[in-house]
């Protein structure tokens, strides 16, 4: 089983960047595809990134495509999330999950229903 510790939320204006962080602990984080959602006030939980455990396979919703970059490192057992040109409607809680089935090195999930641990969140506010 893998524990996930999310880090890195804050608050920050309209055009900035944030950096989050989920440090895992437990032998299976390497073999994990990673995700990372978000939940805004009276919304669903929805998908944001995945990596898989091999790190060769990413995949992104189409509302932070091309401003969000997910990565990961095994042998630092984190998985990062890069926020560029952060809006208003990016602030949410942000998530991190792991997925610990056994899956092909280039698998991820944009399922919450695939993950079976989770972080607990990281509040992200963006002013405008």
């Known amino acids: 089983q893998v524990q996930l510790v999310e880090s890195g939320g804050g608050l920050v204006q309209a055009g900035g960047s944030l950096r989050l962080s989920c440090a895992a602990s437990g032998r299976t984080f390497s073999r994990s595809p990673m995700g990372w959602f978000r939940q805004a006030p009276g919304k669903e939980r929805e998908f944001v990134a995945v990596?898989?455990?091999?790190?060769?396979?990413?995949y992104y919703a189409d509302s932070v495509k091309g401003r969000f970059t997910i990565s990961r490192d095994n042998a630092k057992n984190t998985v990062w999330l890069q926020m560029n040109s952060l809006k208003p409607e990016d602030t949410a809680v942000y998530y991190c999950?792991?997925?610990?089935?056994?899956?092909?090195?280039?698998?991820?999930?944009?399922?919450?229903?695939?993950?079976?641990?989770w972080g607990q969140g990281t509040q992200v506010t963006v002013s405008s």
């Open positions: 999950a792991a997925d610990y089935r056994v899956h092909d090195p280039g698998y991820g999930s944009r399922s919450s229903n695939e993950y079976d641990d």
């Open positions: 990596i898989s455990w091999s790190g060769g396979y990413t």
